[in-house]
């Protein structure tokens, strides 16, 4: 049973107003970057976006894929976007068609493979990217084309501590955080999203809860509700 103050660990340092829904609810927040995240240089990723036709499908399943696009300040009103709901969403520029915006890639993905007639997407994604997208659609003959705009970096970091929860925002982190790091067996997982909940699957026989929405303030919400819901329940 956890005991108060709450201790959370988030495998990536959030903004200023997230974390403070930890310090609201006194809670210790531990945030450390277990991925090095580095963005082309705006002028490449313009290059890169430039020759996509207006009329294309695009997607979008990171958020940093959308803020990398609109560091380029290009404007593609015409384009079809395909987007994750939360954080991906967010960062993509004002006045962009969200035509498709799904909670993860397998929903985002089976919603394109029923459009009719969709022969070819351009997906702004990482060096790391998931399968997901390329293989559900390729598998319906639609034709992938990949615009890499950053790059993924794991940098592992052995944690000293104990905590009540862990939070993972993409599996990419839970990657780099299991490589030089096991868990105890009451500490809980909170993922990000299906896709990060299933790389936790894969890595850890601890409990894995994931959240609502695909974003940093109700992944840390969902854990501190949590965390007290247990706390409560063994008062």
């Given amino acids: 049973m956890p005991s108060k103050p709450f201790r959370i660990l988030s495998t990536k340092v959030l903004s200023e107003g997230v974390a403070a829904l930890a310090a609201r609810d006194h809670v210790v927040l531990d945030m450390q970057d277990f991925i090095d995240i580095t963005f082309l240089p705006a002028a490449a990723v313009h290059e890169l976006m430039a020759s996509i036709p207006e009329d294309a499908w695009v997607?979008?399943?990171s958020a940093n894929a959308s803020r990398s696009f609109a560091s380029?300040?290009?404007?593609?009103?015409?384009?079809?976007?395909a987007s994750l709901q939360g954080a991906t969403?967010?960062?993509l520029p004002e006045g962009m068609h969200l035509?498709?915006?799904?909670?993860?890639?397998?929903?985002?993905a089976a919603l394109l493979v029923q459009e009719p007639g969709l022969q070819e997407v351009y997906f702004c994604c990482g060096d790391m990217r998931r399968d997901t997208i390329p293989q559900q659609l390729q598998?319906?003959?639609?034709?992938v084309f990949e615009k890499v705009v950053y790059h993924n970096t794991a940098t592992p970091h052995r944690i000293r501590e104990t905590y009540d929860a862990v939070l993972f925002f993409s599996p990419t982190a839970v990657k780099s955080f299991f490589a030089v790091n096991a868990l105890p067996a009451t500490t809980i997982c909170f993922a990000i999203g299906s896709t990060t909940g299933a790389a936790l699957q894969a890595s850890?026989?601890?409990?894995i809860i994931t959240?609502?929405?695909p974003a940093a303030a109700t992944l840390l919400q969902t854990a501190i509700d949590h965390l007290e819901h247990l706390y409560n329940s063994k008062a």
Wanted: no cysteine.
């Fill in 59 to 61: 997607v979008f399943t």
């Fill in 72 to 81: 380029t300040g290009l404007q593609r009103p015409h384009w079809r976007v």
């Fill in 89 to 91: 969403k967010a960062a």
């Fill in 99 to 108: 035509a498709r915006t799904a909670p993860d890639a397998a929903a985002l």
């Fill in 139 to 143: 598998q319906h003959n639609i034709h």
């Fill in 204 to 207: 850890t026989h601890n409990n």
């Fill in 211 to 213: 959240a609502d929405s």
